[in-house]
């Protein structure tokens, strides 16, 4: 293993330690739990939004804590659920009169720990609403399976519910809307190596040097199947085929492009991804409207990319161009 | 075991109290053995998270002679507090916000519903405590929605709870009512090997996951092991010395 850290068991808390200082003024880490808010939570009357998961995805999901995204984010550590514990806290601390909206991404740790979160924050009188996110089409959706995981659409539904909250809309249209956001989106990904957590010290798994995983979680599970290495635009046809392939998504479609670095992979081979997918969708009539290329949701150390389509509608764009200002999106502000 | 629960034949705190550190040591020792029945198929860290929740409840038990928990904290029971709701509560609330993953929302769950049943009781039957421990089953099927032989934790609970009620009901002593519990367990765990997982993260590997005996059923049937150990003054049958967790599933 070969990592800037100090010791393994440090890393959350000495990651945590940066972000507060880096971000002074915009964020307060808490600790004790854990879990990030933007500087001048609650804001009242505001539908509130909080996401949360496993260290190790960063920028998601403190990095998007701020005006025209999350009110608070609660990290666990590295690739583990945060408890119930830390959403309670986060919730009573940033609810603005107006409900809280849960962002959970479709894992059994995040969905029971979120689950109870809510269970204890009803019981305190708060309104809550959560939505999972499962936009993972490399995982085969089943009642045998805990279903497809919550994928890079979460980044786009963070980003999308977080305008609408600024907008002061209700706590139930802010859920619709995520909803919404889930039920257009897909994803898949593909590492070409693993991912060290700091714990183990040691690859998550073996992958050959000619060797790619094709449909990998952004853990390191297993996906589709492993194949030989090939060229970008040939791994840009299977990601894109299987995405366009489940909505569908079809001829005269207008779309969100976004495609995410899993940690490992330089901004220059994502744009040649992004080139390829523009030429895939270009030849099956779909337009590309709105485009995010880069690593905001990542895998540690992972080489390797992940493609999400969302189809937008007028609404949708308009919320997606709406000022956002985080550590990890920001523009318009 | 050295300590029995103060009253002979009934539940209560001071014997909860022997129950769950006699649990919480048998867990640090099998540590590794759950973590890598759980890197079979699993995120390989079951055995190290159920580790560092059952530490947290240990370091909140009271120590001999006194009742309940020993918590200055808001929200934890007091010493002078012996009612077995507040006990569970307590418990619950110590592995919800300790052990993380799928884990501790589910013990967590267990723990809160035996709670919630348990209320401001100070003692329990055997009749009651088969209540409590049933509402408790009841509870942990409600969080992870598994049915039975969806090889998980459940596929030891739902035997235990049913051995528990039936031997209560037909006048077995706690002893001998928590060891029928603990073996059906037994049973229930070494069933989840062949089955295919149909929740949690080993269900991505869909029929890669048969042939490996389920890491949440293991620390289940040594939470109910460990029960039959010591409540009720204990009952050490042939499976006491726990065997049941190694070499399976090879």
């Given at each position: 293993m070969k990592k800037l850290i100090n010791r393994p068991e440090d890393v959350v808390r000495e990651g945590l330690g940066g972000i507060a200082l880096a971000h002074a003024g915009r964020l307060v880490v808490h600790t004790d739990p854990h879990w990030i808010a933007r500087?001048?939570?609650?804001?009242?009357?505001k539908v509130a939004i909080i996401s949360g998961g496993g260290s190790g995805h960063e920028p998601m999901h403190g990095g998007f804590v701020g005006p025209g995204m999350l009110d608070a984010a609660c990290p666990g550590e590295v690739f583990t659920s945060p408890t119930p514990d830390q959403m309670l806290a986060a919730t009573q601390a940033v609810d603005g009169g107006a409900g809280t909206l849960h962002i959970v991404k479709n894992y059994t740790g995040d969905v029971m720990n979120f689950e109870m979160a809510a269970d204890l924050a009803h019981d305190e009188g708060l309104a809550v609403e959560q939505v999972v996110i499962d936009d993972d089409v490399a995982v085969k959706d089943s009642l045998y399976t805990a279903g497809r995981r919550g994928v890079g659409a979460t980044v786009l539904a963070e980003k999308i519910c977080g305008a609408a909250a600024e907008e002061g809309r209700p706590l139930a249209e802010v859920a619709g809307l995520c909803r919404t956001v889930n039920e257009r989106s897909r994803s898949m990904g593909v590492a070409l190596t693993s991912c060290t957590t700091p714990m183990a010290g040691k690859p998550t798994f073996d992958l050959g040097d000619a060797e790619i995983e094709v449909g990998v979680g952004i853990h390191g599970e297993p996906g589709r199947e492993r194949r030989p290495l090939a060229t970008a635009r040939e791994v840009v046809e299977t990601l894109a085929g299987a995405v366009v392939d489940d909505l569908p998504f079809a001829r005269g479609d207008r779309v969100l492009a976004f495609v995410n670095g899993m940690g490992g992979t330089p901004l220059l081979e994502l744009y040649i991804v992004y080139n390829g997918l523009h030429r895939f969708l270009e030849e099956r009539g779909i337009e590309i409207a709105r485009s995010l290329v880069g690593s905001y949701m990542t895998a540690l150390d992972m080489a390797g990319c992940s493609i999400t389509l969302l189809r937008l509608d007028d609404e949708l764009a308009r919320l997606w161009d709406a000022p956002v200002n985080t550590p990890g999106l920001r523009w318009g502000a | 075991m050295g300590r029995v629960s103060a009253a002979a034949g009934v539940v209560d705190a001071a014997g909860v109290t022997v129950w769950l550190r006699t649990f919480a040591a048998e867990v640090a020792a099998r540590r590794d053995e759950l973590t890598d029945l759980d890197a079979a198929i699993g995120d390989a860290d079951h055995g190290v998270n159920m580790d560092r929740g059952m530490q947290a409840v240990t370091a909140k038990l009271p120590t001999a002679g006194e009742a309940g928990l020993d918590g200055a904290d808001a929200g934890q029971a007091r010493p002078d507090d012996a009612s077995l709701g507040a006990l569970f509560k307590a418990v619950g609330m110590t592995l919800v916000s300790t052990v993380g993953g799928a884990a501790g929302p589910l013990y967590g769950t267990l723990f809160l519903e035996m709670g919630k049943a348990a209320a401001d009781r100070t003692t329990l039957t055997p009749a009651e405590w088969a209540g409590v421990v049933s509402a408790g089953v009841a509870g942990v099927q409600r969080r992870g929605k598994a049915e039975a032989?969806?090889?998980?934790?459940v596929d030891a609970l739902l035997p235990a709870a049913e051995a528990l009620r039936t031997a209560a009901g037909s006048g077995a002593s706690l002893a001998a009512a928590c060891r029928a519990a603990a073996d059906a367990a037994a049973e229930g765990m070494r069933a989840t090997t062949p089955l295919v997982a149909r929740k949690g993260r080993a269900s991505y590997l869909g029929a890669r996951s048969a042939g490996h005996q389920d890491p949440g059923a293991t620390s289940t049937w040594l939470l109910l092991e460990t029960a039959a150990a010591t409540l009720g003054g204990g009952a050490v049958g042939d499976s006491a010395s726990g065997e049941h967790a190694a070499g399976e599933g090879s």
């Open positions: 500087a001048d939570a609650p804001v009242a009357g | 032989a969806d090889k998980t934790m």
